[in-house]
C-alpha cells in the first residue's frame, strides 16, 4: 500500500503497526498450542513463596500530594504506580478491578488486592494509559477517579483511546501520537511534560478493533524528576530511540538521564508465544540501559497470572541479571505491592533562603 509521504510508518490505512517487529496477531492455532501445553504442564505453578505486600505509607503519599514534595513512587500493583513529581500526584494504568478481563466472572483474577482502594488515594492529577489491553485499562477506575473528590484528573491516552473515554462519559482526555507532548501547569510550579514514546506492543479489547487504537510509554519530564514508563512491550529499538530523542534534555547539566523508569518484568512466558509483545526480565534490564535511566523499578509481576512463570519468579530473575550485568540492588529493583521509593530530586529546591 502506497503511504503518503507525510504519514508516520506507525499509521497505517488499517490501524497502527510498530517501528521495528510488524506485530503479527498469533493464529487459533498457537494460542491453543501455548493454552494446551500450559495445562498439560500445569503451568503457571503457584508462587512458591508469598508475594509481599505492606501496608501503604499513607500519611506520607497524602502529606506529599502538595508543595514540599519529595520525588516518590509507591506500587499499587501490576503495571498501576502512584509517582509523585513536579507537585502532582499520577497513575499509571490504574487496574484496581478483581479481574483482567470484560467480564466480572471469567479471565485473569488478582492474586493481590490493590494496596491503596480507590477512595484512599490522595487528589490525582495526572492518569496515563499505555493502551488499552483489559489489566492497563479498566473502566471502572477511571470512571472512578473521574468523580473523585476535587476535580477530574487529565487522562493522557494514546491516538485513538479518547473516544472510548468520551463514551464512557469522560472528557478530560488528551490524546497524543508517539513523541506528541502535553503540557500540564502546575499551580505555583513549573510544568510536567507528559510525552507519548514507541513501545513494541499492540492494542484490542474486542475482537474487532486490534490495533485500530495506539499504545505506547510515557517521558513525565518535571523539574524535579524525569520518570519513565515502559507500558507494555518486547524488546526493540524504540528505547535506544527515546534516549537519543531526549538525550539534549538529559545531559549532565540538566540532571541527567530518567531519574526513575517503570519497567515490566512480568507475563514473558513461554518466549515462542510472548516474545513480541513482552520483555523478559534480561530485555528490561537491557531497556534499563538503553534509555539510561540512573534506577529502575520492576513492575507488571506479582498480581495477575497471566502466562506461563510463576508469579513470584521475575525478582528472582532479576536478581540474576543484575548480577550477570554488573548492577547493583538499587539500580534496578522491585518493591513489595503498597511500598514507597523516595527518590532523590532531581534539581534539589531545598528551603529557601530567607
Ligand atoms: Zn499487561
Redesign the pocket.
Known sequence: MKQDPATPPHHRSNGFQNNYLEFEPKSLAEVLRWRFQAMRAGLPRPPATPIPQVAPELAFVHGNAGPDQQPAVTWIG??TVLAQLGGISLLTDPIFAERASPFGFIGPKRHQPPAIALPDLPHIELVVISHN?Y??LDRAAVTALARQPGGAPLFVVPLGLAAWFRDAGLQNVVELDWWQSHRLAVAGREEVEVMLVPAQHWSARGLNDRMQTLWGGFAVLAPDCHLFFAG?TAYSRDFADIRAHLAARQTAAAGGGFDIALL?IG?YAPRWFMASQ?VDVAEAVKIHGDVGAKRSLGI?WGTFA?TDEPLDEPPRVLRQERAAQGLGADDFFTLAIGATQRLRARHPQGPATP
Open positions: 501490576h503495571a489491553h489489566d492497563h507494555d515490566p507475563a513482552h507488571h497471566l
